[in-house]
């Protein structure tokens, strides 16, 4: 099985001010990789996926991730946050053995301070 | 686009209760599947669904019992609710042809009393 680590619980950073949400996953076979949002008292959102190919991937809302095959990591980020990127933010893996089954990360809480 | 929706946004129950989270999908999606989401420990998979009538064990799956009738309904029973399963619980679907991502619905909070 897959294990996901997410290194920062909480992640509070200044309006405008870039932010890094971290990423680690254990195995180095072929992955998936997604990044989700939860806004409070909503369910998941996709923000992103890297399926194969180029290892930027863009997402919605301004956010980007990198796939790092050699770190096995996806880490997550933006340039210049606003008061709406506070919410919750999970990083997922899936592979070729676990097919459909997702594991996911503990979940970075990001706090933006105006 | 894709909507998943659950029976009930908040939900009490008393210990020893049978507790029924129902979930429903509109995209002919063949997965199907239950996380609880707790702080700290992120989602953890309860069970899942390939197909109708065929449900697969996930990480946790003690205490809880899943049923899938039809296609687009996917329900999970806790047979005797205990306060440790005060939870959120989470409903998401996906097509079979994978690794696609995952759809999720709004989520239920359940409070064991």
């Known amino acids: 099985a897959q294990s996901v680590t997410q290194l920062d619980s909480q992640v509070p950073v200044f309006e405008e001010a870039p932010v890094e949400l971290r990423c680690n996953y254990s195995?180095?076979?072929?992955?998936?990789l997604f990044w989700y949002v939860q806004y409070p008292n909503q369910g998941l959102q996709l923000l992103l996926k890297?399926?194969?190919?180029?290892?930027l991937v863009k997402g919605i809302n301004g956010f980007e991730a990198e796939f790092n095959k050699s770190q096995t990591s996806f880490h997550l980020r933006k340039p210049s946050v606003h008061i709406s990127d506070t919410a919750e933010y999970f990083c997922?893996?899936?592979?070729?053995?676990?097919?459909?089954?997702?594991?996911f990360g503990t979940g970075t809480s990001l706090t933006v301070i105006p | 686009d894709v909507k998943v929706t659950q029976s009930s946004r908040y939900l009490v129950k008393r210990t020893g209760e049978k507790v029924f989270l129902e979930c429903v999908q509109d995209?002919?999606?063949?997965?199907m599947f239950w996380y609880r989401q707790d702080p700290g420990l992120g989602l953890r998979l309860i069970y899942f669904?390939?197909?109708?009538?065929?449900?697969e064990k996930g990480d946790i799956p003690e205490g809880y019992s899943v049923s899938r009738e039809k296609k687009e309904r996917f329900s999970l029973i806790l047979e005797s609710a205990s306060t440790n399963q005060t939870s959120m619980y989470l409903c998401?679907?996906?097509?079979?042809?994978?690794?696609?991502?995952?759809?999720f619905g709004p989520g239920t909070r359940l409070t064991v009393t």
């Open positions: 998401a679907s996906s097509p079979v042809a994978g690794p696609y991502e995952q759809y």
């Open positions: 195995s180095s076979v072929s992955v998936y």
């Open positions: 890297y399926l194969s190919g180029s290892t």
């Open positions: 997922a893996v899936s592979d070729w053995n676990t097919g459909n089954q997702f594991y």
């Open positions: 995209m002919d999606h063949e997965n």
């Open positions: 669904s390939y197909d109708v009538k065929m449900k």
